[in-house]
T-cell receptor, first 111, second 114 residues
Protein backbone atom coordinates (compact mmCIF):
# COMPACT_ATOMS: atom_id res chain seq x y z
CA UNK A 1 0.00 0.00 0.00
CA UNK A 2 1.11 3.53 -0.70
CA UNK A 3 2.15 5.68 2.25
CA UNK A 4 3.94 8.93 3.08
CA UNK A 5 6.18 9.89 5.97
CA UNK A 6 6.61 13.49 7.03
CA UNK A 7 9.78 14.19 8.99
CA UNK A 8 9.19 16.55 11.89
CA UNK A 9 5.85 17.25 13.49
CA UNK A 10 6.88 20.89 14.00
CA UNK A 11 9.22 23.14 12.02
CA UNK A 12 10.13 26.64 13.21
CA UNK A 13 11.57 29.33 10.95
CA UNK A 14 12.07 33.06 11.10
CA UNK A 15 10.21 35.35 8.75
CA UNK A 16 12.22 35.63 5.53
CA UNK A 17 14.03 32.31 6.04
CA UNK A 18 13.87 29.26 3.79
CA UNK A 19 11.03 26.84 4.43
CA UNK A 20 11.76 23.12 3.95
CA UNK A 21 9.13 20.52 4.85
CA UNK A 22 10.12 16.92 4.21
CA UNK A 23 8.02 14.13 2.75
CA UNK A 24 9.09 10.64 1.70
CA UNK A 25 6.75 8.26 -0.03
CA UNK A 26 6.42 4.54 -0.40
CA UNK A 27 4.72 3.33 -3.53
CA UNK A 28 4.89 0.25 -5.68
CA UNK A 29 3.82 2.19 -8.75
CA UNK A 30 4.63 5.70 -10.01
CA UNK A 31 2.74 7.83 -7.55
CA UNK A 32 0.69 10.95 -7.72
CA UNK A 33 1.75 13.20 -4.84
CA UNK A 34 0.13 16.19 -3.21
CA UNK A 35 0.76 18.87 -0.62
CA UNK A 36 -2.18 20.35 1.25
CA UNK A 37 -2.28 23.21 3.76
CA UNK A 38 -4.63 23.63 6.71
CA UNK A 39 -5.09 26.99 8.40
CA UNK A 40 -6.54 27.05 11.93
CA UNK A 41 -10.15 25.92 12.16
CA UNK A 42 -10.40 25.35 8.43
CA UNK A 43 -10.45 22.44 6.03
CA UNK A 44 -7.49 21.46 3.86
CA UNK A 45 -6.74 23.13 0.57
CA UNK A 46 -4.46 22.01 -2.24
CA UNK A 47 -1.04 23.67 -2.48
CA UNK A 48 0.35 21.66 -5.39
CA UNK A 49 0.34 18.25 -7.02
CA UNK A 50 2.70 16.01 -8.96
CA UNK A 51 1.09 13.82 -11.61
CA UNK A 52 4.15 12.57 -13.57
CA UNK A 53 4.70 15.64 -15.70
CA UNK A 54 7.49 18.05 -14.65
CA UNK A 55 9.43 16.93 -11.58
CA UNK A 56 9.53 20.48 -10.19
CA UNK A 57 6.02 21.54 -9.33
CA UNK A 58 5.02 25.10 -8.51
CA UNK A 59 2.04 25.78 -6.31
CA UNK A 60 0.20 28.64 -4.73
CA UNK A 61 1.67 31.24 -2.38
CA UNK A 62 5.22 30.76 -3.69
CA UNK A 63 5.59 27.12 -2.64
CA UNK A 64 7.17 24.47 -4.82
CA UNK A 65 8.11 20.81 -4.51
CA UNK A 66 10.51 18.55 -6.36
CA UNK A 67 9.80 14.90 -7.09
CA UNK A 68 12.96 12.82 -6.69
CA UNK A 69 12.40 9.20 -7.59
CA UNK A 70 15.90 8.10 -6.54
CA UNK A 71 15.27 9.46 -3.03
CA UNK A 72 11.52 8.67 -2.95
CA UNK A 73 11.03 12.23 -1.78
CA UNK A 74 8.68 15.12 -2.47
CA UNK A 75 9.90 17.92 -0.20
CA UNK A 76 8.07 21.26 -0.03
CA UNK A 77 10.05 24.49 -0.14
CA UNK A 78 9.55 28.24 -0.13
CA UNK A 79 12.49 30.65 -0.44
CA UNK A 80 11.23 33.21 2.06
CA UNK A 81 8.73 32.51 4.84
CA UNK A 82 5.93 34.91 5.61
CA UNK A 83 3.94 35.13 8.81
CA UNK A 84 0.85 34.09 6.89
CA UNK A 85 2.50 30.74 6.03
CA UNK A 86 2.01 29.54 9.61
CA UNK A 87 -0.25 26.51 9.24
CA UNK A 88 -0.20 22.73 9.19
CA UNK A 89 1.02 21.06 6.00
CA UNK A 90 0.12 17.58 4.83
CA UNK A 91 1.80 15.44 2.22
CA UNK A 92 -0.46 12.88 0.51
CA UNK A 93 -0.11 10.04 -2.00
CA UNK A 94 -2.73 8.61 -4.29
CA UNK A 95 -3.80 5.15 -3.20
CA UNK A 96 -6.26 3.36 -5.47
CA UNK A 97 -9.27 5.70 -5.50
CA UNK A 98 -8.35 7.71 -2.44
CA UNK A 99 -5.60 9.83 -0.91
CA UNK A 100 -3.44 8.67 1.99
CA UNK A 101 -2.18 11.56 4.12
CA UNK A 102 0.92 11.94 6.23
CA UNK A 103 0.65 12.95 9.87
CA UNK A 104 1.29 16.59 9.13
CA UNK A 105 3.95 19.19 9.90
CA UNK A 106 3.09 22.34 11.79
CA UNK A 107 5.02 25.33 10.43
CA UNK A 108 5.72 28.05 12.98
CA UNK A 109 6.95 31.43 11.71
CA UNK A 110 8.49 33.91 14.11
CA UNK A 111 9.07 37.63 13.45
CA UNK B 1 -19.94 29.49 -4.03
CA UNK B 2 -20.58 27.25 -1.03
CA UNK B 3 -18.38 24.31 -2.12
CA UNK B 4 -18.59 21.58 0.53
CA UNK B 5 -20.93 22.25 3.43
CA UNK B 6 -20.91 20.19 6.64
CA UNK B 7 -23.45 20.25 9.46
CA UNK B 8 -23.30 20.48 12.38
CA UNK B 9 -20.02 22.30 13.01
CA UNK B 10 -19.95 21.30 16.69
CA UNK B 11 -21.63 18.47 18.59
CA UNK B 12 -21.35 16.98 22.06
CA UNK B 13 -22.70 13.47 22.59
CA UNK B 14 -22.89 11.06 25.48
CA UNK B 15 -21.54 7.55 25.08
CA UNK B 16 -24.07 5.36 23.32
CA UNK B 17 -25.97 8.17 21.60
CA UNK B 18 -26.33 8.23 17.84
CA UNK B 19 -25.99 11.04 15.37
CA UNK B 20 -25.56 11.80 11.69
CA UNK B 21 -23.10 14.22 10.15
CA UNK B 22 -24.38 15.76 6.95
CA UNK B 23 -22.33 16.78 3.94
CA UNK B 24 -23.41 18.42 0.70
CA UNK B 25 -21.41 19.67 -2.28
CA UNK B 26 -22.59 21.95 -5.06
CA UNK B 27 -19.76 21.35 -7.54
CA UNK B 28 -21.34 18.39 -9.35
CA UNK B 29 -18.51 16.14 -8.16
CA UNK B 30 -18.73 12.38 -8.54
CA UNK B 31 -16.63 11.28 -5.56
CA UNK B 32 -17.09 12.09 -1.90
CA UNK B 33 -15.11 11.16 1.23
CA UNK B 34 -15.25 11.20 5.01
CA UNK B 35 -12.01 11.63 6.96
CA UNK B 36 -11.31 12.01 10.65
CA UNK B 37 -8.46 14.12 11.98
CA UNK B 38 -6.81 13.43 15.32
CA UNK B 39 -3.73 15.15 16.79
CA UNK B 40 -0.53 13.54 15.56
CA UNK B 41 -2.45 11.11 13.33
CA UNK B 42 -3.09 13.20 10.25
CA UNK B 43 -6.25 12.46 8.30
CA UNK B 44 -7.57 8.94 8.11
CA UNK B 45 -10.18 7.83 5.62
CA UNK B 46 -13.38 6.43 7.12
CA UNK B 47 -15.52 5.78 4.03
CA UNK B 48 -15.71 7.04 0.51
CA UNK B 49 -18.11 7.02 -2.40
CA UNK B 50 -16.47 6.92 -5.82
CA UNK B 51 -19.76 7.64 -7.54
CA UNK B 52 -23.45 7.93 -6.76
CA UNK B 53 -24.77 4.58 -5.56
CA UNK B 54 -21.45 3.17 -4.36
CA UNK B 55 -19.67 3.28 -1.01
CA UNK B 56 -16.47 1.65 0.19
CA UNK B 57 -14.63 1.29 3.47
CA UNK B 58 -11.50 3.25 4.15
CA UNK B 59 -8.82 2.80 6.76
CA UNK B 60 -10.97 3.23 9.89
CA UNK B 61 -14.62 2.28 9.14
CA UNK B 62 -15.52 0.51 12.40
CA UNK B 63 -18.33 2.21 14.30
CA UNK B 64 -19.53 4.23 11.31
CA UNK B 65 -22.01 3.90 8.49
CA UNK B 66 -22.51 6.08 5.43
CA UNK B 67 -25.20 6.88 2.92
CA UNK B 68 -24.72 8.43 -0.50
CA UNK B 69 -28.18 9.94 -0.64
CA UNK B 70 -27.74 11.42 -4.12
CA UNK B 71 -24.92 12.96 -6.11
CA UNK B 72 -24.76 16.00 -3.81
CA UNK B 73 -25.07 14.46 -0.37
CA UNK B 74 -22.99 11.98 1.65
CA UNK B 75 -23.84 11.42 5.31
CA UNK B 76 -21.86 9.75 8.09
CA UNK B 77 -23.69 8.03 10.95
CA UNK B 78 -22.47 7.02 14.37
CA UNK B 79 -24.90 4.42 15.69
CA UNK B 80 -23.52 4.19 19.22
CA UNK B 81 -20.95 6.86 19.91
CA UNK B 82 -17.81 6.04 21.89
CA UNK B 83 -15.20 8.39 23.44
CA UNK B 84 -12.69 7.09 20.87
CA UNK B 85 -14.80 8.77 18.19
CA UNK B 86 -14.06 12.21 19.61
CA UNK B 87 -12.45 13.87 16.62
CA UNK B 88 -12.75 16.45 13.88
CA UNK B 89 -14.55 15.04 10.86
CA UNK B 90 -13.98 16.32 7.36
CA UNK B 91 -16.05 15.72 4.29
CA UNK B 92 -14.41 16.15 0.89
CA UNK B 93 -15.34 15.81 -2.74
CA UNK B 94 -13.57 15.48 -6.08
CA UNK B 95 -14.56 15.47 -9.71
CA UNK B 96 -13.53 11.84 -10.05
CA UNK B 97 -11.45 9.50 -7.94
CA UNK B 98 -8.68 11.26 -6.11
CA UNK B 99 -5.72 9.78 -7.97
CA UNK B 100 -5.24 12.82 -10.13
CA UNK B 101 -7.94 15.11 -8.97
CA UNK B 102 -8.03 17.70 -6.25
CA UNK B 103 -10.04 17.12 -3.09
CA UNK B 104 -12.20 19.99 -1.87
CA UNK B 105 -12.77 19.95 1.88
CA UNK B 106 -15.50 21.26 4.12
CA UNK B 107 -14.65 23.23 7.24
CA UNK B 108 -15.02 20.25 9.55
CA UNK B 109 -17.37 19.01 12.26
CA UNK B 110 -15.96 18.87 15.78
CA UNK B 111 -17.44 15.98 17.74
CA UNK B 112 -16.91 15.33 21.43
CA UNK B 113 -18.16 12.09 23.00
CA UNK B 114 -18.35 12.12 26.78
Amino acid sequence: AQSVTQLGSHVSVSEGALVLLRCNYSSSVPPYLFWYVQYPNQGLQLLLKYTSAATLVKGINGFEAEFKKSETSFHLTKPSAHMSDAAEYFCAVSSYSTLTFGKGTMLLVSP
Amino acid sequence: NAGVTQTPKFQVLKTGQSMTLQCAQDMNHNSMYWYRQDPGMGLRLIYYSASEGTTDKGEVPNGYNVSRLNKREFSLRLESAAPSQTSVYFCASSVQDSNTGELFFGEGSRLTVL
